[in-house]
C-alpha cells in the first residue's frame, strides 16, 4: 500500500498527510510540525486514515501483526518453560533403554516416529501397553537386533534416537515412545558393533529374554554414542552424530568424551 500522500488525523495534533514511511516509522506533517509514529500500529491507535479502504487494510494488516506477536510471545513463553523442566529434571543413572528388533522392522521404527515398548507379560497389567516409567526427556532408545540364525551374543546395534522432549514416560499409556525430530541415527550396515561388549561379559551366552526392551545405564549410552560416531561413513553423518552426542550429554548432565576408551559399563 501506498502510505505517502495518504490524509490522516490525530486527536490532538489534528489532520495531516503522511511525508515518510518505512518498515517501523511513519513521518506525518501536521501544521504544528512533523511526527513520528510507530508503524504500522500508529495507526489503529493514534492515527485514522481518511481513506477508508486503506484503513481497513491497515487494520487487517494489524491484526495480522498482533496475532503473530502473541504466538510469538507464547513460543518464547513455552521454550523458557520448557527449559525450566530440563534444569529441574531428575536424572537417574539408568534411564536409557535398548529395544530388540527385527532387522526389517528398523526402516517402520524411524518411518512412524515411534516404537512399541511391548506388553506386560503377568501379573495384573498381562497384555497390556508396558509403561516406560524411567523414560524421560533424557531417554535414548538404542535399536538392536540379532541377524536370522545369529546367536544372541552377536546381538547387533542398529541405531538410536532420543525421546520426544516433551516424552515423559510415566504418562505413556499407549506404549508408544516418540522418536526426537532430530536427534536420531541408523549405523552404516557396513559397521559392525556388538550390543553385549558394552555391558558384562562373562556370561559365554547372554539372553535377552521376551520383553521388548531394556534399561541400561546413561554412562554406557555415552560411549555408545560416541563410538556410532567414529563408525560414521560421511562427514555429515559424523556431525549429525556429534550434536546428538553433545545433547546427549547435556540433558544428561555427563561430560564430553574426548576417546571411545574401553567398553563396559
Given at each position: 500500500?501506498?502510505?505517502?500522500?495518504?490524509?490522516?488525523?490525530?486527536?490532538?495534533?489534528?489532520?495531516?498527510t503522511i511525508i515518510q514511511c518505512s518498515d517501523s516509522i511513519v513521518t506525518v506533517s501536521f501544521p504544528t510540525g512533523d511526527k513520528k509514529f510507530e508503524y504500522p500500529d500508529a495507526l489503529t491507535n493514534f492515527l485514522i486514515l481518511k481513506n477508508k479502504s486503506a484503513q481497513d487494510e491497515i487494520n487487517a494488516i494489524c491484526s495480522k501483526l498482533r496475532k503473530a506477536r502473541s504466538a510469538q510471545k507464547q513460543a518464547i513463553h513455552e521454550e523458557q518453560e520448557?527449559?525450566?523442566?530440563?534444569?529441574?529434571?531428575?536424572?537417574?543413572?539408568?534411564?536409557?533403554?535398548?529395544?530388540?528388533?527385527?532387522?526389517?522392522?528398523?526402516?517402520?521404527?524411524?518411518?512412524?516416529?515411534?516404537?512399541?515398548?511391548?506388553?506386560?507379560?503377568?501379573?495384573?497389567?498381562?497384555?497390556?501397553?508396558?509403561?516406560?516409567?524411567?523414560?524421560?526427556?533424557?531417554?535414548?532408545?538404542?535399536?538392536?537386533?540379532?541377524?536370522?540364525?545369529?546367536?544372541?551374543?552377536?546381538?547387533?546395534?542398529?541405531?538410536?534416537?532420543?525421546?520426544?522432549?516433551?516424552?515423559?514416560?510415566?504418562?505413556?499409556?499407549?506404549?508408544?515412545?516418540?522418536?526426537?525430530?532430530?536427534?536420531?541415527?541408523?549405523?552404516?550396515?557396513?559397521?559392525?558393533?556388538?550390543?553385549?561388549?558394552?555391558?558384562?561379559?562373562?556370561?559365554?551366552?547372554?539372553?535377552?529374554?521376551?520383553?521388548?526392551?531394556?534399561?541400561?545405564?546413561?554412562?554406557?549410552?555415552?560411549?555408545?554414542?560416541?563410538?556410532?560416531?567414529?563408525?560414521?561413513?560421511?562427514?555429515?553423518?559424523?556431525?549429525?552424530?556429534?550434536?546428538?552426542?553433545?545433547?546427549?550429554?547435556?540433558?544428561?548432565?555427563?561430560?564430553?568424551?574426548?576417546?571411545?576408551?574401553?567398553?563396559?559399563?
Open positions: 500500500m501506498q502510505m505517502v500522500g495518504q490524509a490522516v488525523e490525530h486527536s490532538t495534533f489534528g489532520q495531516g520448557h527449559r525450566e523442566r530440563f534444569r529441574a529434571l531428575k536424572i537417574t543413572p539408568n534411564s536409557q533403554a535398548a529395544f530388540n528388533l527385527n532387522f526389517n522392522d528398523l526402516d517402520d521404527v524411524f518411518s512412524s516416529g515411534a516404537i512399541s515398548t511391548g506388553c506386560y507379560l503377568g501379573g495384573n497389567s498381562k497384555g497390556k501397553p508396558r509403561i516406560p516409567s524411567k523414560m524421560m526427556p533424557n531417554s535414548a532408545c538404542l535399536l538392536t537386533g540379532c541377524a536370522p540364525d545369529a546367536l544372541e551374543k552377536e546381538r547387533r546395534i542398529l541405531g538410536a534416537f532420543m525421546v520426544k522432549d516433551d516424552f515423559w514416560g510415566g504418562t505413556c499409556e499407549n506404549g508408544l515412545v516418540a522418536c526426537h525430530d532430530r536427534y536420531q541415527a541408523r549405523l552404516n550396515p557396513d559397521k559392525t558393533m556388538l550390543y553385549w561388549d558394552y555391558f558384562d561379559r562373562s556370561d559365554a551366552l547372554p539372553r535377552w529374554g521376551n520383553s521388548a526392551f531394556k534399561y541400561f545405564p546413561n554412562i554406557t549410552m555415552q560411549r555408545i554414542l560416541l563410538d556410532m560416531k567414529e563408525a560414521a561413513h560421511s562427514a555429515g553423518e559424523a556431525t549429525a552424530l556429534q550434536e546428538f552426542y553433545q545433547y546427549f550429554c547435556e540433558i544428561n548432565r555427563l561430560p564430553g568424551m574426548a576417546g571411545s576408551g574401553t567398553h563396559g559399563s
